[in-house]
């Protein structure tokens, strides 16, 4: 079988950013994927279920309700390795473009307060499994440590 694309990035030399993964065609538009790297493969700890659970449910509510991105957020969810997520925009989209809306994600997260949305049994299939306080811990972290910070270097796949 051939590798898929994402088993291609050297995750030996991958940081925390924001990385196109890919543009794919689907019929006559573009289908950007996003690879948001929360932490460094394989050399630092995963992120526990609980925060990535809350993190998606807090992000996914906050980008399909933003006014300016709403019709074009396909999909926010977590990487299975835990080490990030991904984001699927319609449109070709670069990482810069994205920079400013990140921030207000995670700032959002941040200063959320009371029950996480979709965070009730007829909603989700695993509700119990959210930690709002480590997801603002993680949010935070990404917000500080990697967008506030962001270079070519985090922004582009390691060769």
Do not use: Q
């Amino acid at each position: 079988m051939e590798k898929i694309t994402s088993f291609t990035v050297n995750h030996l030399l991958l940081e925390p950013g924001v990385y196109v993964s890919r543009i794919d065609r689907v019929g006559t538009e573009s289908v950007t994927s996003f690879d948001l790297r929360f932490t460094s493969p394989n050399r630092e700890p995963v992120m526990n279920t609980a925060p990535v659970h809350a993190i998606e449910h807090l992000a996914a509510t906050f980008l399909r309700n933003n006014p300016e991105w709403k019709d074009r957020v396909l999909y926010f969810g977590p990487m299975g390795c835990r080490t990030g997520f991904y984001l699927l925009l319609l449109g070709e989209h670069h990482p810069e473009e994205i920079l400013p809306l990140l921030k207000r994600c995670c700032r959002f997260i941040l200063d959320f307060s009371g029950e996480i949305p979709g965070a009730r049994p007829r909603d989700c299939g695993n509700y119990s499994d959210m930690n709002l306080d480590m997801a603002k811990w993680w949010a935070g972290r990404y917000l500080r440590e990697t967008l506030e910070r962001i270079d070519e270097a985090h922004m582009n796949y390691p060769d």
